[in-house]
């Protein structure tokens, strides 16, 4: 298995550029998750999605925007990006949506916004 | 809403000596879920150990072992027989078992050195 991947795994971005981060996995996982993290800041949860169709919002979810279209698939757009969006974001899923199953995650990828 | 503290930014440990990572919470709920992950130089997100609040029992996975202390709202993680592989931030994570349970909140991270 592949588990969670993510693509790119490094990207440059001008201010006000768009793009979309890519998270898929083959666990059939229900729950899907991103995160982003910043030195000394622990990780931040971006949105979140506990099925097919089903996503919404956690700490930090401005100038983001999640859909989830297949169980396997939880892209991440960013609209219109901004210096403040520089960091490392993760993909992360579980098998359920609480208890104590695991979180699962990607390589992460290292966005910088100029 | 829950928070997690970790104390201690940076920690450093001999080879082969033992080590201990605080982790602190704040929560009103009686049931819920704490982890240990690992993050190493390579970036990659590593569950290193869960407990569940439910259990008294710490929670141990090889060298690495827990003391809860549930009514203190504590969460340690100690290193036994460090080695160099070890060195790493290490993320403790709080997630409730009720609804809206989904999200995992975690700390700011413990960085550690190993020394050889």
């Known amino acids: 298995n592949a588990g969670v991947t993510q693509t790119p795994k490094f990207q440059v971005l001008k201010t006000g550029q768009s793009m979309t981060l890519q998270c898929a996995q083959d666990?059939?996982?229900?729950?899907m998750s991103w995160y982003r993290q910043d030195p000394g800041m622990g990780l931040r949860l971006i949105h979140y999605?506990?099925?097919?169709?089903?996503?919404d919002q956690g700490e930090v979810p401005n100038g983001y925007n999640v859909s989830r279209s297949t169980t396997e698939d939880f892209p991440l757009r960013l609209l219109s990006a901004a210096p403040s969006q520089t960091s490392v974001y993760f993909c992360?899923?579980?098998?359920?949506?609480?208890?104590?199953?695991?979180?699962?995650f990607g390589n992460g990828t290292r966005l910088t916004v100029t | 809403a829950q928070t997690v503290t970790q104390s201690q930014p940076e920690m450093s440990v001999q080879e082969a000596e033992t080590v201990t990572l605080s982790c602190t919470y704040d929560?009103?709920?009686?049931?819920?879920?704490l982890f240990w992950y690992k993050q190493p130089p390579s970036r990659q997100m590593i569950l290193v150990i869960r407990?569940?609040?439910?259990?008294?029992q710490n929670a141990t996975e090889n060298r690495f072992s827990v003391n809860f202390q549930k009514a203190a709202k504590s969460f340690s993680l100690k290193i036994s027989d460090s080695q160099l592989g070890d060195a790493a931030m290490y993320f403790c994570?709080?997630?409730?078992?009720?609804?809206?349970?989904?999200?995992?909140?975690f700390g700011k991270g413990t960085k550690l050195t190993v020394n050889p």
């Open positions: 666990m059939n996982h229900e729950y």
């Open positions: 992360a899923s579980s098998y359920n949506r609480g208890g104590n199953s695991p979180l699962h």
């Open positions: 999605s506990v099925g097919a169709g089903i996503t």
């Open positions: 929560t009103s709920e009686s049931d819920y879920y």
């Open positions: 407990q569940e609040a439910y259990k008294q």
């Open positions: 994570a709080y997630r409730s078992s009720q609804g809206g349970s989904e999200k995992l909140v």
